[in-house]
């Protein structure tokens, strides 16, 4: 479950697409040797948590593990785990780097070109980051004008509050492409409060 050259990005389009709640793996991190990035998979994001190695030493939220061995036995107890967020999450099985693949592949039915006269150089990539967060936010009522403490989640982007960070089913699911503008609202005597 080590994926040494694995990216942040193809971490979570890896684990939000074939893992499931408590999936994890280790990666190198794009900070410099004996950095080590745990990526886990919670719910509908995955977080990510900095792991260093040092003299042999593997130091890992508030532990430190004389080995290697010491540290793969801890991840072997499921340890639980709880971020900034307020997301408490188990970490339940490892993903593997090496993935049986079946020897099965499509068949090529229809092949042309859309244009003619492109070249290599016009092939632009495009891959925008995932951008999955989710937390507690305070949110105001749309009739009643209350505020209430909800669960929130962003995925690429549909944003989707629940009653309760337990609840299956979110209250709504707001499209931001549909959203014409974000803006700070100091009306509410609130701090970091904006509308959308």
């Excluded at 994890?24 to 080590?36: A, D, I, V």
């Excluded at 793969?72 to 339940?92: E, K, W, Y």
């Excluded at 929130?152 to 699911?173: D, N, S």
Aim: charged share 20%; with cysteine.
């Amino acid at each position: 479950w080590y994926h040494y050259d694995l990216s942040r990005h193809a971490a979570e389009a890896l684990l939000l697409s074939n893992g499931s709640d408590g999936s994890y793996l280790l990666r190198n991190s794009n900070e410099g040797p004996g950095c080590f990035a745990l990526s886990v998979r919670a719910k509908d994001s995955v977080k990510h948590f900095h792991v260093t190695r040092r003299d042999h030493v593997y130091m890992f939220g508030f532990n430190e593990f004389t080995s290697l061995q010491d540290f793969i036995d801890h991840f072997a107890n499921q340890p639980l785990l709880g971020s900034d967020a307020g997301t408490l999450m188990v970490l339940r099985s490892p993903y593997p780097w090496r993935v049986e693949e079946p020897s099965i592949y499509e068949s090529v039915r229809v092949h042309t070109a859309i244009q003619t006269g492109r070249t290599h150089n016009d092939l632009v990539a495009n891959a925008p980051s995932l951008g999955t967060k989710e937390g507690y936010l305070v949110k105001q009522g749309a009739f009643v004008k209350n505020w209430k403490q909800r669960w929130f989640t962003l995925t690429r982007y549909e944003l989707r509050y629940f009653k309760e960070k337990t609840c299956a089913e979110p209250i709504r699911t707001l499209d931001l492409r549909s959203c014409s503008a974000v803006q700070f609202d100091y009306s509410q005597d609130r701090v970091n409060c904006f509308c959308l």
